[in-house]
């Protein structure tokens, strides 16, 4: 499977490539280029999130008109014009928020969404614009002091807001929070009923932990995951049982957060395993470390824990490695290191904000 990148050049050329999944890697490489649409030129602020279930290929996507126009929605690419038509899409309420069809070669026409309503067609070799400031190979021009000090900034803004995450108290708050990791990105409806379910049991007149998470395991299968494209040791059931034995003990006796270390996540997984639980592996223990244990204990404890959340190892994300890439750097990751990029990520890369990225323009950040 073979496909050339789209240069950043006022040209046309061909592609070569042979089946639409192979045009995803080079539609989100497209943040910042213009393009020549069947409702005139488009600029593209943010190619949009993978889609990994059915429907549109890719959601939330913002394009920007060359009237200044904005729209948000999903984004559908085929390999030509029919590919919409064949396949249906016309009036199916799971392309509704359609705003932009992209295709590999061909004519932009207009597709009809429904009987009324047309969105435009993107060629992808009908580049005609060029992207904002590239940030690309910033290390020796911002040096690893200045870079370091300015993603410290981003990280302590997400450091307080998972602190603000569990300034509620009250044991609702704690249990929704804390289930919220389960599956942070996807299956919301899932994890809302399991909740509640929670709740529910906490609710009830004698709370008896072991009882408490069987039965949670029973209704976790009864729900419906949707995995799309996650590996199977990726599922949620595997964190049910851990994340609601930590639900409980924060929601019923809070003051147990200062004994809860990786150590002590590591001896309830050991626990919970012998009997016949499924647990999550390492890298999810780092997770709820600095995700849940170390907020929920700065905040019930009064504390300063940003410095040792800094310090907590993870296992470096792909789109954090991505990044380090395009900026050349090569440093060590920490947790709080790495949600400082994630942070970074979404106030200005997803946005396609690179005119007004701390990194570009770190002079005004850094006095």
Partial sequence: MQYQPVEIKNRVF????????????????????TFETSQGAVTIVDP????????????????RFKSGKVRRGDVEIHQNAQGWARHGHKNDPAYANVILQVIKDGSPADIALNDIRRIPTLVLNQLTGKPGQSCQALAPELGAGIFGKLIRCFSLQRWEELKLRFSSP????????????????????????????????LAGEHISIPAI?????????????????KRPLSHP?????????????????????????????????RILTRRGFLTPGASSLEEIMGNIVLPFRAVQEGSDLFD????????????????????NFKPKIT?????????????????????????????????
């Fill in 48 to 63: 949009g999130v993978l889609n990994p279930y059915s429907g549109p290929d890719f959601r939330n996507a913002v394009i």
């Fill in 170 to 201: 009250d044991a609702q708050n704690v249990v929704v929070r804390t289930l919220s990791l389960i599956d942070p990105k996807s299956n919301s409806r899932s994890v809302a009923k399991l909740q509640l379910f929670v709740l529910q049991q």
């Fill in 335 to 367: 947790f709080g290191f790495q949600q400082g990029i994630l942070q970074l990520e979404k106030e200005f890369c997803q946005p396609g904000g690179c005119e007004n990225c701390p990194l570009i323009n770190h002079e005004v950040f850094i006095a």
């Fill in 308 to 327: 040792r959340w800094m310090k907590l190892p993870v296992q470096t994300y792909g789109l954090v490695k991505k990044r380090l890439r395009t900026w």
């Fill in 237 to 269: 059931r595997y964190r049910v049982a851990l994340l609601v034995l930590l639900a409980v003990l924060l929601a019923t006796d809070p003051g147990k957060i200062g004994d809860i270390t990786l150590n002590t996540l590591q001896e309830y997984c």
């Fill in 213 to 229: 998470l069987q039965a949670c395991v029973l209704y976790t299968d009864r729900l419906n995951w949707v995995m799309g494209r």
């Fill in 14 to 33: 061909t592609l070569k490539i042979s089946e639409e999944a192979s045009l995803y890697p080079l539609w989100q490489k497209q943040r910042g280029n």
